[in-house]
């Protein structure tokens, strides 16, 4: 069954994919418009909130979502730095959004999920704002990120037509999906709420502490479905802290299911890409949402 080996240590399962999604350097990303710190929700006096990066010349009218979060905690970088890494994305048009989730170990799964699906709901709600098609979103992270972007794809719903606020009346359906070396099944790995530390590498996330019944609801190989969005997955073949079995397997539920997929495998790649690794990887994930969110004007999965 897809897990997180336990049998490492790794220095950084937290380490934040920028640089799994492009390698960070020093060419200037194109003139850009930024909306810092987009308030989506509150929690315990906090603010959730997400960044706007919009190119001035030639926006295409798609956004793409990038989900801030490495073993599920969620670091604040300021937008003109991400604007950096996002170069290749906004180069080719694309309006970038970095959501923040409350981070573990405060907040567990089910309470990131909810944050996430929440942050879809608001920018589908304001999207005209931004020059953004609702219809247009894709969504893309790596590890922790690439598990959030898959609970998007095969795990969304149309909204609360109960709700008090508005938005939440909107789906957070998104219409295409980039996930770099996601962890695909909860199942084996959470924990429950009292959890012994047992020095293992799962000590490692405490996001993983909630209730075992609840794993299923938050594991996206359970939800698979014939309308899921179009999937691209990327994972390394020497990936020791997520094997690459767990992109292996929904690749194939998507193939079963009939959904649009793609499986690269970095040869001799980790937890994490560099260097030429990262190029490729990015290469591939800007194509993915030109051919789905751009070229074929696709409108959202389930």
């Avoid at 670091?75 to 981070?103: C, M, W």
């Amino acid at each position: 069954m897809p897990t997180i080996k336990r049998s490492i240590l790794p220095s950084v399962f937290c380490v934040l994919l920028l640089a799994g999604c492009a390698a960070a350097q020093a060419v200037a990303p194109p003139q850009i418009e930024i909306v810092p710190d987009v308030v989506y929700g509150h929690k315990d006096g906090m603010a959730l909130t997400f960044d706007v990066l919009k190119p001035k010349a030639n926006a295409n009218g798609a956004a793409v979502i990038f989900m801030v979060s490495g073993g599920w905690v969620s670091n604040y970088s300021p937008p003109q730095r991400t604007a950096e890494q996002f170069k290749d994305l906004l180069n080719k048009g694309f309006t970038v959004i970095p959501v923040r989730h409350g981070s573990s170990p405060k907040y567990l799964i089910p309470e990131i999920v909810a944050d996430v699906r929440r942050a879809v709901r608001y920018i589908r709600f304001n999207a005209k704002q931004w020059g953004v098609d609702a219809n247009r979103l894709g969504v893309f992270g790596g590890s922790a990120g690439g598990h959030l972007s898959l609970v998007l794809g095969t795990a969304s719903d149309n909204g609360d037509f109960s709700a008090k606020e508005d938005f939440l009346k909107e789906s957070n359906r998104v219409a295409s999906v980039v996930a770099y070396f996601p962890p695909v099944d909860l199942r084996p790995l959470a924990r429950g709420l009292n959890a012994q530390k047992d020095g293992g590498v799962l000590d490692r996330f405490p996001a993983l502490n909630f209730e075992k019944e609840k794993a299923a609801d938050y594991s996206p190989i359970v939800h698979v479905s014939a309308d899921d969005p179009p999937t691209l997955l990327i994972h390394g073949d020497k990936d020791d802290l997520v094997p690459i079995k767990n992109s292996q397997v929904i690749h194939e539920a998507f193939q079963k299911q009939s959904v649009k997929t793609e499986f690269i495998t970095i040869p001799g790649g980790g937890h994490g890409f560099r260097g030429e690794d990262a190029k490729r990887a990015s290469a591939a994930m800007v194509a993915w949402f030109e051919e789905t969110l751009v070229k074929n004007q696709t409108k959202g999965g389930k």
